[in-house]
């Protein structure tokens, strides 16, 4: 029972350090860039985004042309990646030896994992929060206007967002292709994941996001153990009942 628990545990922690690190680069560039980016489980170009806000006449219509946008890349950059490497699902053996953890034996290159996404996540919570550049940051989430009269260059932050929640997708991508296999359809899989985890921890609270992404990895383990037919269907139903109990989720505002 004692191995079991372990085993369930464990896992669920492994999916939501990687569902945290997603979640947090999408809650930036939607909760302060804006940007509800459909494409962030792919390759995303900043510059594009860049000229979308510059261009557009306002914050509606940019969030409305950035979707588009994020649309077309997804399918764009879905293809590319289909003409390089084709449509089969590739893995490799990397730390795949066994290390036994209270009776509970794990693949070395999960508990790995594990810690790059705890550790890549809290480092990145402690740069919006200690440096000047993350406080500009969360100044732009705040109130973008009064921002801006206070010398933040908004153009700048926003963009920088979505730099790094992209850079946040990729580091997340990387841990992925340790433990699991790939393919050139598994990004929008993840991005739903990712919109559900922003939802669950409230949009736009960096803390949130990671706090959201472990207890959703923990929830889909759990339903895995016993039905893992029933994972996503599960995700799902956590989506609709956060949207009519608690639509600001657990940190947001």
């Known amino acids: 029972m004692v ?11 492994l999916m939501g350090g990687i569902y945290a690190l997603i979640a947090m680069g999408l809650s930036l560039q ?58 089969n699902i590739r893995g490799y053996s990397y730390l795949a030896t066994g290390v036994n953890f209270g009776g509970a034996v794990f693949a ?21 929060a200690r440096t000047r550049l993350g406080k500009a940051i969360r100044a732009a989430a ?8 206070m010398g933040v260059n908004i153009n700048k932050v926003l963009g920088l967002c979505f730099g790094f929640g992209a850079l946040m997708a990729g580091l997340a991508g990387t841990l992925v292709s340790m433990c699991y296999p790939i393919d ?45 037919g029933l994972s996503l269907a599960a995700y799902y139903v956590l989506f609709m009942l956060l949207l009519l109990v608690r639509p600001t989720g657990i940190l947001g505002k």
């Not at 999960?110 to 480092?123: D, E």
């Not at 736009?204 to 895995?224: A, D, K, M, N, Q």
């Open 142 to 149: 705040q109130d973008p206007a009064t921002a801006g009269l």
């Open 108 to 128: 070395t290159n999960r508990l790995v994992t594990l810690s790059f996404a705890i550790i890549i996540g809290s480092a990145f919570y402690i740069f919006l």
């Open 3 to 13: 191995v079991m628990i372990l085993n369930v545990v464990i896992s669920g922690l």
């Open 30 to 87: 939607y909760g302060v860039a804006r940007v509800l980016n459909i494409s962030h489980g792919e390759f995303i170009m900043l510059g594009a985004f860049t000229r979308l806000r510059i261009s557009s006449p306002s914050p509606a219509a940019f969030e409305g042309s950035s979707m588009l946008a994020a649309f077309g890349f997804l399918f764009i950059i879905q293809n590319i990646v289909l003409a390089i490497w084709g449509a």
């Open 184 to 228: 050139a359809s598994m990004g929008l899989g993840y991005t739903i994941i990712a919109i559900i985890v922003v939802v669950l921890g409230g949009l736009g609270s960096i803390p949130g996001s990671f706090i959201g992404g472990f207890i959703l990895g923990l929830i889909g383990s759990i339903v895995t153990y016993l039905e893992p």
